[in-house]
């Protein structure tokens, strides 16, 4: 019974820490629409406003891997993606085998949120079957333009 409550204050705690939504979107909509273009376990997208990021979609163990850029023999985490994108910059996929067995496919996307100026965002799904990174950025456009966050 201890365990049982320490693990539901646990969820409570993790929660209440994750970002909620951009202002003006319901987190409900937005991680509906999320997960309905590219919802997958192994997924996590996070938005930034100012530099400070304001959503997350997907687990704090997910969005803290530690994935391969797909640029050469770095790796990075989402978070340091997500604070290498300029509002300004074009945006940026990249798609590449994960696992030296090459059985599985980590796909990135990164960039400015359209139609919110100074938003920008951040995807990575890893899985033995993602999509590539270019798939992954259309299809949160399409997401992010159905639940009021920006434009398509």
Known sequence: MRALAALGISAA?????????????DKAVLDEAVSSAIGDPGTCVLIAEGGKTVYQYGTHVVCGRTLP??????????EQLLKATPATAERKTASCRSNPEGTRIVAWASGPVAGREGMTYAAVMEASEAPPGIVIADK????????GLGTK
């Open 140 to 147: 949160l456009t399409s997401a992010f333009a159905r639940a």
């Open 13 to 25: 705690v993790l929660a209440a820490c994750a970002p909620a939504a951009p202002k003006g979107v």
């Open 69 to 78: 850029t797909c640029e050469g023999q770095g790796v990075q985490t989402l």
